[in-house]
């Protein structure tokens, strides 16, 4: 059973920052591409940040410039430091992870979310 554990969401003002944290833990043959998501109110989830296991990203045009996502493989988490931050980033962030189980299935891992608020 693989678990992920969220950290780090908020109340900041806007032009703040926040860093959320997701740890991964379970008996599994490997964490792959871990990433942040966000559903807004009335929006569909997003991608908003990924990071393979060998450290290539990708962002979403909206947080690219103000977003860094990264990871450290011994620990299984991923961290998404969140800079000049605006009332539009207000959403639940949903970590996830792709992962390996030791029957070589590729199965989608789902944090519980976290919210993360910007006032203006």
């Known amino acids: 059973q693989v678990q992920l554990v969220e950290s780090g969401g908020g109340l900041v003002q806007a032009g703040g920052s926040l860093r959320l944290s997701c740890a991964a833990s379970?008996?599994?043959?490997?964490?792959?591409?871990m990433a942040w998501y966000r559903r807004a109110p009335g929006n569909e989830r997003e991608l908003v940040a990924a990071v393979t296991r060998g450290g290539s990203t990708n962002y979403a045009v909206s947080v690219k410039g103000r977003f860094t996502i990264s990871r450290d493989n011994a620990k299984n988490t991923v961290y998404l430091q969140m800079n000049s931050l605006t009332p539009e980033d207000t959403a639940v962030y949903y970590c996830?992870?792709?992962?390996?189980?030791?029957?070589?299935?590729?199965?989608?891992?789902w944090g519980q979310g976290t919210q993360v608020t910007v006032s203006s």
């Open positions: 379970g008996s599994i043959r490997s964490f792959n591409t």
């Open positions: 996830n992870v792709d992962g390996t189980t030791w029957y070589n299935r590729r199965v989608d891992y």
